[in-house]
T-cell receptor, first 114, second 113 residues
Framework: GAGVSQSPRYKVAKRGQDVALRCDPI?????LFWYQQALGQGPEFLTY????????KSGLPSDRFFAERPEGSVSTLKIQRTQQEDSAVYLC????????????FGNGTRLTVT | QQPVQSPQAVILREGEDAVINCSSS?????VHWYRQKHGEAPVFLMI?????EQKGHEKISASFNEKKQQSSLYLTASQLSYSGTYFC??????????????FGKGTLLTVNP
């Protein structure tokens, strides 16, 4: 079946603008994760959903970051009043089981804040 | 706690072998390995579970030393397609927080003809 789909693939925002990044996980995957990946670094955890419940948002860097998954499927990561340090690739991943199963990543959204 | 990977980078000729290591200062429930090519998504390679079970689908092997909280990924007879950045991801074994993968900084593997 289809993999994890993210849009847009690239986003350029002026400092201070709001952005919304979309993730469409694999059908039937209950767990959904958002990660932030800076250039040359490993993915850093942002937040986790099990179905529509956001169980962990400890990785969100500030209150400008907000994520939702209202119907337990598509998720949106919103960044308000973007700053240059928000520039990174934002990866979404889903998995079938709560644990002991592989993460399936999307291709990410590369956000550049100018 | 971010796991530590070594080496940071390795260059091979096609057909040579490589070992990539991953270690953590905290007790681990499982270790995952992923490979990421430039501009692409990380792709799952293998899970190693506490107790010795392995789950994977590629022709690679790995080990998980629970006592030392270390894992090693073994790439034998490397092919050009093995090039990429390898990440280990660790799940802590503390109750309900098993779900969260914490990734290392990665090991850049380059295989030359």
């Amino acid at each position: 079946g289809a993999g994890v789909s993210q849009s847009p693939r690239y986003k350029v925002a002026k400092r201070g603008q709001d952005v919304a990044l979309r993730c469409d996980p694999i059908s039937g995957h209950v767990s959904l994760f958002w990660y932030q990946q800076a250039l040359g670094q490993g993915p850093e955890f942002l937040t986790y959903f099990q179905n529509e419940a956001q169980l962990d948002k400890s990785g969100l860097p500030s209150d400008r970051f907000f994520a939702e998954r209202p119907e337990g499927s598509v998720s949106t990561l919103k960044i308000q009043r973007t700053q240059q340090e928000d520039s990174a690739v934002y990866l979404c991943a889903s998995k079938k089981e709560h644990y002991n199963s592989p993460l399936h990543f999307g291709n990410g959204t590369r956000l550049t804040v100018t | 706690q971010q796991p530590v990977q070594s080496p940071q980078a390795v260059i091979l000729r096609e057909g040579e072998d490589a070992v990539i290591n991953c270690s953590s200062s905290k007790a681990l429930y499982s270790v995952h390995w992923y490979r990421q090519k430039h501009g692409e998504a990380p792709v799952f390679l293998m899970i190693l579970l506490k107790g010795g079970e392995q789950k994977g689908h590629e022709k690679i092997s790995a080990s998980f030393n629970e006592k030392k909280q270390q894992s090693s990924l073994y790439l034998t007879a490397s092919q050009l397609s093995y090039s990429g950045t390898y990440f280990c991801g660790t799940e802590r074994g503390s109750g309900g927080s098993n779900y969260k993968l914490t990734f290392g900084k990665g090991t850049l593997l380059t295989v030359n003809p």
